[in-house]
C-alpha cells in the first residue's frame, strides 16, 4: 500500500472515530439533560402528591367531626376535587417503579364516595352509621398513604433518585373491607397502604382598614422613633429604607439586621424582620409568649390572647388573637417570634389585626349554649366552649360558639363552630399537637 493511500485512510478512521465520539458525547449529553428534566418533573409530581393528600386527609377527618349537611356537602365536594388533583399527579410518576397502582384505585373509590356522599345530602338524605364507619375506613388508609408518600419525599429530598429507582412506597398488605354502597357507587375491593398559623390566620380582606382610615397621620421622623422604639434601638441607628403605598401605607426602617415597618396612619408597628440566624434555645415556651404579648403591650396592641404557639429553628412562633371581654376576634390576629437564645423579637406582623380591626356590634346570641351543643356530632365529646367572632369567604363576620371537642373515632381534638344565631355549622378547625407546639389546620 501506498505511504498517500494509507495516510488517507487512517485519517477517514480517525475522522469517523471521532465523528463517533463526538455523537456519542452529544447523545451522552441529550440523555442525561432528559434524565434530569424527568427527574424534575417526578419530584414535582410527587410533591403534588403529598399536599393533595395531606388536603384528603384534612377533610376526611373534617367529615367525621362534621354534623352538618352545608358542612359536609361542601367537604365532600372539596374532597372530590383533590382526589382528582391526587389522580392527576400519580398519573405522572412512573407507576410500575413506585408501585402506585393501588394509590390510583383507592384515590378513584375514595373520589367515588365523595360523590356519593355529595349526592345523597343534595337529595335531603342523611349519612347512615354504616357510612360514618366507611369514611373511617377511608382515613385509616388515607393516613397510611399520607405518611408513606411523605418519607418518600424525605428520601428524595436526602439525595435519593426517582429516576435510579431509588423511590419506593410503603407495601404493607391489607386485608379487603366489605362496605355497603349505594346501587350508584362501586364496592371496595381492598385498600393500598396508604398552621399555620392559627384559625382564619389567612383572611386578610381585600378591603381598606377603618383603624387607619381615622387615624391621624404621622410624619417620617415620628414613625421612625416608634421603629427604634419597637427594636430598642436609638433613633440614630435607625434608617429610612423605603415607602410602600397600598391597603396599608407605611415608612420602612433599617437597623443592622432589622427591618421596620410603621404605617403612617397612627404609627402602628405593621412589622419587624431580623435577618439573623438563631443557633440555640436558652428559654421556655412560657416565657417567649410572655415576651411577645409584653412586646404587643408595649407597642399599644392591647387585649391581645394567645391563641397558638410552635418552635421550629430555635424560633417560638406565637398567634395572638384579640380579645374584648369574653369574646374571641379571630379577623384580628398577629404573630410574633421570639428568639429562643435570648428572648429578643425577631419578627412581627399584624398586618390582618390592622386590617380588620374596628368596633363591633355587641355579640347576641340567638340560641342557648344548650341548643348549641346539640348541633355537635354525636361521634364527638366536648371539651370546651369560648364565643368567638370568626370571618367568612365573603368578607363577612358571623358570631359563633367555638367548641373544642375529641373524636370518639381517632381520639384527636377539634374546633367546632356554631353560628350564634342560626346554628349552623360554620367551619371546622383540626387540632395538632407535637412537642414544638398546638397548631391547626
Request: overall charge positive; proline content about 2%.
Given at each position: ?271 419587624i424582620l431580623y435577618s439573623g440566624k438563631i443557633t440555640e434555645s436558652n428559654i421556655s415556651e412560657s416565657n417567649a409568649s410572655e415576651l411577645a404579648k409584653s412586646l404587643l403591650d408595649g407597642l399599644g396592641y392591647k387585649n391581645m390572647e394567645q391563641s397558638y404557639y410552635s418552635v421550629n429553628d430555635n424560633v417560638c412562633t406565637v398567634n395572638f388573637a384579640y380579645k374584648d371581654k369574653d369574646i374571641y376576634y379571630y379577623s ?110
Open positions: 500500500m501506498k505511504l498517500r493511500n494509507f495516510v488517507r485512510i487512517s485519517s477517514v478512521t480517525a475522522f469517523a472515530l471521532a465523528a463517533l465520539i463526538a455523537v456519542t458525547v452529544i447523545n451522552t449529553k441529550h440523555m442525561n439533560t432528559y434524565k434530569q428534566q424527568l427527574e424534575v418533573s417526578y419530584r414535582q409530581s410527587l410533591s403534588e402528591l403529598n399536599e393533595s393528600l395531606d388536603l384528603i386527609n384534612t377533610d376526611l377527618t373534617k367529615s367525621l367531626y362534621s354534623n352538618s349537611d352545608a358542612e359536609l356537602l361542601k367537604i365532600s365536594r372539596d374532597l372530590y376535587a383533590e382526589c382528582a388533583a391526587a389522580k392527576n399527579a400519580v398519573s405522572r410518576l412512573p407507576v410500575t417503579q413506585t408501585e402506585l397502582s393501588n394509590v390510583y384505585k383507592f384515590l378513584s373509590q375514595a373520589s367515588d364516595y365523595a360523590q356519593f356522599i355529595g349526592s345523597k345530602i343534595e337529595r335531603g338524605e342523611t349519612v347512615s352509621t354504616n357510612e360514618h364507619q366507611t369514611l373511617k375506613v377511608l382515613l385509616k388508609y388515607a393516613n397510611q398513604l399520607e405518611k408513606s408518600t411523605s418519607n418518600s419525599v424525605r428520601i428524595v429530598e436526602g439525595g435519593a433518585k426517582i429516576t435510579d429507582s431509588d423511590l419506593k412506597l410503603a407495601d404493607a398488605k391489607v386485608t379487603p373491607v366489605s362496605n355497603s354502597f349505594s346501587q350508584s357507587v362501586k364496592s371496595f375491593e381492598s385498600y393500598p397502604t396508604l398552621l399555620y398559623d392559627g384559625p382564619f390566620s389567612e383572611q386578610v380582606l381585600n378591603k381598606d382598614s377603618a383603624l387607619l382610615k381615622s387615624a391621624e397621620e404621622k410624619s417620617k421622623n415620628e414613625c421612625r422613633k416608634i421603629a427604634a422604639d419597637a427594636i430598642g434601638k436609638s433613633e440614630k441607628r435607625v434608617i429610612f429604607d423605603s415607602e410602600s403605598k397600598g391597603r396599608l401605607p407605611a415608612y420602612t426602617f433599617k437597623s443592622g439586621r432589622y427591618t421596620v415597618a410603621v404605617t403612617k396612619r397612627g404609627g402602628y408597628v405593621k412589622s384580628d390576629l398577629i404573630k410574633v417570634c421570639v428568639s429562643m437564645e435570648n428572648g429578643t423579637v425577631i419578627a412581627l406582623d399584624a398586618s390582618t389585626y390592622l386590617t380588620n380591626h374596628t368596633k363591633r356590634s355587641a355579640f347576641i346570641a340567638k340560641i342557648k349554649d344548650a341548643a348549641a351543643r346539640r348541633k355537635i356530632s354525636p361521634y364527638l365529646e366536648i371539651k370546651g366552649v369560648k364565643k368567638c367572632v370568626i370571618p367568612g369567604d365573603d368578607g363577612k363576620e358571623t358570631q359563633c360558639f367555638e367548641y373544642t371537642c375529641t373524636s370518639r373515632d381517632t381520639g384527636e381534638d377539634a374546633l367546632i363552630y356554631i353560628n350564634a344565631k342560626t346554628g349552623k355549622e360554620e367551619d371546622i378547625m383540626l387540632l395538632l399537637y407535637s412537642d414544638n407546639g398546638t397548631l391547626v389546620k
